[in-house]
């Protein structure tokens, strides 16, 4: 098993908490972390924006790429939102096992 990350922005701590409850229900994902506070510069059809949003670390397994990344577009309310996916090269095996132990086995 090897640990991933999925990366992506909300708008608020209102629309993370109802995605990271869903992401944990779906055992999909391990943890969601929330980084608040943050500001997006960025163009958008045609015009440019400043926001606020909140970042999202999303731990998981490498194999669970394919649903994750299906339902994070399912889920998440932007029309295109960020996804980067992040491989690991290394974890700590105890926490690794911890995200194996929580998330459903692909």
């Not at 944990?24 to 510069?41: H, K, S």
């Not at 670390?57 to 669970?64: C, F, G, N, V």
């Not at 309310?77 to 998330?103: G, H, K, N, Q, S």
């Amino acid at each position: 098993m090897k640990p991933a990350i999925l990366y992506t922005t909300f708008a608020n701590l209102t629309d993370v908490r109802k995605f990271a409850d869903a992401v944990i229900e779906a055992e999909l994902a391990a943890c969601v972390n929330a980084f608040p506070d943050m500001r997006a510069f960025y163009r958008w059809q045609g015009e440019l924006h400043d926001d606020p949003e909140v970042a999202c670390l999303i731990k998981t397994r490498a194999e669970l790429k394919d649903q994750l990344m299906a339902f994070a577009k399912e889920h998440h309310p932007y029309d295109t939102p960020a996804l980067l996916w992040l491989e690991t090269d290394d974890a700590d095996p105890a926490f690794a096992d911890w995200i194996a132990e929580v998330t459903r086995a692909p």
